[in-house]
């Protein structure tokens, strides 16, 4: 009997295996229940329903600013940015189980209860799981560079998740981005300028953001020589978009209300923060 072929779609990572060691065995069967969001799946294990939904205040036992890493890998990043922003929600997607795990066994040891973890598809993840829900952080930390010219396609920076990821970001909220290829840093200029929804926060490279700390993986990049390029970019408000207040937010965990008018504060400064109506700013 012939089986159904499945269509696979193009994705920014290639599965590997699940295998855990005992460390992470007992963290996954110990904490996947406490901080791993269970979504229905669709033809891949790693995508996500196109009916998923989640309810944030309830997963969080709170409602409060979202923050979002992609690609959390052992979760060294997500962790610390997590400490440092008590007040936040923090919320990590990483598509490999032994990662998810090693991230449970950090938060657990660190004491850390304010991130969720979702072991799935993140570009599927923002076209569904977003709508109630604005974002106010987006971090992307050394998203795999995918050198050859025709995996390119791959990379997590292409047009379309730029703008879902523009879409979901309260206004004035950032999308902070590292990498250690100097092609990539260019590549994500050129496809974010694309985004009428995002500026560049500096006018050169970004200073390198002090929260974010240097995990084994960059330390190596620095040691074989690779600069780090750091890149931050701010939500805008769309040309002609009904504006509504809402709320500031910034390194240290400040919050205040404001009303959105036109671009948001420059660097060093508190964003302003919101969300608009605009028949165009749809993902």
């Not at 040309?239 to 809402?246: F, M, N, Q, S």
Request: net charge negative.
């Amino acid at each position: 009997m012939s089986q159904e072929k499945v269509l696979r779609d193009v994705v920014s990572y290639v599965r590997r295996g699940d295998r855990l060691n005992n460390t992470q065995q007992k963290a996954w069967d110990s904490w996947r229940e406490r901080f791993v969001i269970e979504l229905p799946a669709a033809a891949r294990k790693t995508s996500i329903a196109p009916d998923a939904r989640v309810d944030f205040a309830k997963e969080f036992g709170r409602d409060a600013p979202l923050l979002v890493e992609v690609g959390t890998g052992n979760g060294v990043a997500i962790a610390a940015l997590a400490k440092a922003h008590p007040d936040a929600n923090v919320l990590g997607f990483e598509v490999f189980i032994p990662a998810v795990a090693s991230t449970l066994s950090r938060l657990r040891r660190e004491e850390i209860s304010n991130v969720r973890m979702i072991n799935a598809d993140a570009e599927q993840g923002f076209e569904t799981l977003f709508d109630e829900q604005p974002i106010t952080e987006l971090w992307t930390f050394f998203p795999d560079p995918w050198h050859k010219k025709k995996h390119r396609k791959r990379r997590i920076v292409n047009p379309r998740f730029a703008h879902s990821a523009a879409t979901h970001l309260v206004l004035g909220g950032r999308w902070r981005l590292a990498t250690d290829w100097e092609d990539y840093a260019q590549w994500i200029r050129d496809v974010l300028a694309e985004e009428p929804l995002l500026r560049e926060e500096f006018s050169k490279e970004a200073p390198r953001w002090e929260l974010r700390p240097i995990t084994r993986f960059e330390q190596r990049a620095i040691d074989a020589g690779r600069e780090v390029v750091d890149l931050s970019y701010v939500r805008v408000a769309a040309k002609g978009a009904e504006e509504i207040p809402g709320q500031a937010w910034n390194d240290v965990g400040i919050r205040s209300e404001i009303g959105g008018q036109g671009d948001c504060a420059p660097s060093g400064v508190n964003a302003c923060n919101g969300t608009e109506k605009a028949a165009d700013d749809q993902a």
